[in-house]
Every structure is written in C-alpha cells, then in structure tokens.
C-alpha cells in the first residue's frame, strides 16, 4: 500500500511555472506507474501525464504535450509535475495516482490517490 501527498500548489499568473510534488510512503514506490489527473470545477477528472515504474516512459495528454513535464525520484519516493506556460484553463485541483498497472491513462487502473493540490491560473 502507497500513501500520496500532494504539494507546490497555489496562484500563478498566465504565462507561469509551478513545480508540483508527490511524497509517497511505502518501501513500494518504485513498483508502482504513477499519474497525474487534473479536475477543473464542475467537470470530471482528466488525465494529465502518466510515468513508468522505472521513470523510462511517460506519456501525456494532448492539452499539455510541450508545457508539462513529468518525472521520479524513487531514491526520494517523490513524483513532479513541472508546468510551464500556464493558461487559466489549467487551473483545477492536481491529484497525483499509484497504480499497478505502470503507463496508463485510465483513472480506474490506478489504486491510490492523494487528496489534491489546487492551482490556480489568472489571466
């Protein structure tokens, strides 16, 4: 089992960099594919960007191909989320996901979930 802690949120202004973090518990971390998920208010949760086990592969959502980066450090049991170029329609609350199923998009194949971290785009 994989504890999830989201943090680096807050208010940037379009144009901005914010640098999300995931602190994981468990001696596990390094077994499991993680993922970012967004969900703007009043919509449903969508997939960001997703990283193998190893850190090898990522892959990510069309509306942030170019502007976000996702990496590991399993040494530290920490996921990121580097984001540039924000746009207010980036603004939603950020989760991070552990799943046993490595790279994937799907919301379902993922078994642990941190609380969300907020970010918040102005125009």
């Known amino acids: 089992q994989v504890q999830l802690v989201e943090s680096g949120g807050g208010l940037v202004q379009a144009g901005g960099s914010l640098r999300l973090s995931c602190a994981a518990s468990?001696?596990?971390?390094?077994?499991?594919?993680m993922g970012w998920f967004r969900q703007a208010p009043g919509k449903k949760r969508d997939f960001a960007a997703t990283?193998?086990?190893?850190?090898?592969?990522?892959y990510y959502a069309d509306f942030v191909k170019g502007r976000f980066t996702i990496s590991r450090d399993n040494a530290k049991n920490m996921l990121y989320l580097q984001m540039n170029s924000l746009k207010p329609e980036d603004t939603a609350v950020y989760y991070c996901?552990?799943?046993?199923?490595?790279?994937?998009?799907?919301?379902?194949?993922?078994?642990?979930w941190g609380q969300g971290t907020q970010v918040t785009v102005s125009s």
């Open positions: 996901a552990a799943g046993e199923y490595g790279l994937t998009i799907y919301e379902y194949e993922y078994a642990y």
């Open positions: 468990g001696r596990t971390f390094s077994t499991y594919g």
């Open positions: 990283i193998s086990s190893s850190g090898g592969n990522t």
